[in-house]
């Protein structure tokens, strides 16, 4: 059953913004349904279904998991702000970072570029992921 990257674009989305695994979604392989459930209280709860843990459904993944936290980061210090790749690794090496990092990006005038390059390193991740798990996409 093909599956609509746009659709599972939105659960990653929804899963990475969690944090801590408040967010969750999952895919029926034979539906091609996507199931979604938080811990917030301002997300409407749907029906799970009972067999939720069956290899029918598989759970979407978040951006660590796909690992895009830091290591996207570095990647795109690399690439695009060689300069001040040294200057990330050691943003990145305390908490508190992407306030920072941020930060370095508005000075540098690569806000732009930083959402372009993670934005398309996340599609293709997730693109990887779904063939991965021999995931027919409609679009």
Do not use: H
């Not at 392989?29 to 843990?53: A, H, L, M, T």
């Not at 210090?77 to 690794?89: F, G, I, M, S, T």
């Amino acid at each position: 059953m093909p599956v609509s990257f746009t659709d599972l674009e939105l659960a990653f989305d929804f899963v990475s913004s969690g944090g801590g695994g408040s967010n969750e979604a999952f895919l029926d392989r034979e539906s091609g349904k996507i199931y979604w459930r938080s811990d917030v209280g301002d997300v409407p709860e749907e029906e799970f279904p009972d067999d939720i843990e069956d290899e029918r459904y598989l759970q979407i993944p978040d951006r660590r998991t796909l690992g895009l936290g830091k290591p996207l980061v570095l990647d795109f210090a690399r690439e695009c702000l060689p300069d001040d790749y040294e200057k990330v690794r050691q943003i990145f090496s305390r908490s508190g970072a992407y306030a920072r990092f941020k930060d370095l990006l508005a000075r540098r005038g690569a806000v732009d570029r930083w959402y372009e390059f993670s934005a398309k390193t996340e599609q293709a991740a997730l693109r990887a992921w779904c063939a991965k798990n021999a995931i027919e996409l409609s679009d």
